[in-house]
C-alpha cells in the first residue's frame, strides 16, 4: 500500500465549478499536511498547508481528519489557471523534514 | 534571490556513463533534497542533508551518490547510469523546521539509453 494516495483524475470540470480532491495517507505519526500545486513540466510549488482546524485561502479550502487518515482539497469557482495537478504531501518525523508525496491528482478546467 | 538553481536542465546519456547533477539554492536553508519523479510514482526521495556536513538516504538511494559541498551546494551523482535512471530529478530545499515550504529547483530531464 502506498503511503499517500490519491485519486489520478484526471477531473475534468468547467470553469465555475467546484471540485474535490481526497488523500488517504497511511502513516498514523504523520505530522504535517500539506497540498502542493504542479502545472505541466514544472517543479512543485506550495499551495497551502492543512491544519487540524481546516484552513481557507481564497478559493481554496483544506481539511483534514486525523482519525480517518484523510486530507481533502476543496476548490470553489474554477478558473482556467486552476488546471494542474495537485500533490497531496505528508511529513514524518526525524532529523530533516522528509516529504512523502502523493502521486498527483490531475485537474483540467474547461473554458 | 535565484531560490534554487539546478543544472543542467536536459542530459542525454548512454548506459554506463557517469554525470553529476548540481543544485544550488542562495536562501541560507539547512536542509536540501533530491527527488526524482516517474509517471504514475510521485515524487521520491533519493538523498537528504539535514544540514551542512551531514547526508541521508532516502527511499530511493541505489545507483546514487551525492556530496554536501557547503550550505549552498548539493550534487547527486550518477557513477554508471542505467535506463531505470530515465526520471525528472529535482532538487529542493527547507530551512528544517516543522511545517515548513519546502522550495523546488526547475528539475532536470535525464534519459538514459
Known amino acids: 500500500r502506498k503511503e499517500v494516495e490519491q485519486d489520478p483524475g484526471p477531473f475534468n470540470v468547467p470553469e465555475g465549478a467546484t471540485v474535490a480532491f481526497n488523500c488517504t495517507y497511511s502513516?498514523?505519526?504523520?505530522?504535517?499536511f500539506f497540498w502542493y500545486r504542479q502545472d505541466c513540466r514544472k517543479e512543485p510549488k506550495l499551495l497551502m498547508s492543512v491544519y487540524s482546524s481546516g484552513n481557507e485561502d481564497g478559493r481554496f479550502t483544506a481539511q483534514l481528519n486525523r482519525a480517518s487518515q484523510y486530507i481533502s482539497l476543496l476548490i470553489r469557482d474554477s478558473k482556467l489557471s486552476d488546471s494542474a495537478t495537485y500533490l497531496c504531501?505528508?511529513?514524518?518525523?526525524?532529523?530533516?523534514?522528509?516529504?512523502?508525496f502523493g502521486s498527483g491528482t490531475q485537474l483540467t478546467v474547461l473554458p | 534571490n535565484a531560490g534554487v538553481t539546478q543544472t543542467p536542465k536536459f542530459q542525454v546519456l548512454k548506459t554506463g556513463q557517469s554525470m553529476t547533477l548540481q543544485c544550488a539554492q542562495d536562501?541560507?536553508?539547512?536542509?536540501m533534497y533530491w527527488y526524482r519523479q516517474d509517471p504514475g510514482m510521485g515524487l521520491r526521495l533519493i538523498y537528504y542533508?539535514?544540514?551542512?556536513?551531514?547526508?541521508d538516504k532516502g527511499e530511493v538511494p541505489n545507483g546514487y551518490n551525492v556530496s554536501r559541498l557547503n550550505k549552498r551546494e548539493f550534487s547527486l551523482r550518477l557513477e554508471s547510469a542505467a535506463p531505470s535512471q530515465t526520471s525528472v530529478y529535482f532538487c529542493a530545499s527547507t530551512e528544517g523546521r516543522l511545517q515548513e515550504t519546502q522550495y523546488f529547483g526547475p528539475g532536470t530531464r535525464l534519459l538514459v539509453l
Open positions: 536562501m541560507n536553508h539547512n536542509s
Open positions: 542533508s539535514a544540514s551542512e556536513g551531514t547526508t
Open positions: 502513516n498514523s505519526a504523520s505530522q504535517s
Open positions: 504531501v505528508v511529513t514524518t518525523s526525524g532529523s530533516a523534514r522528509q516529504l512523502t
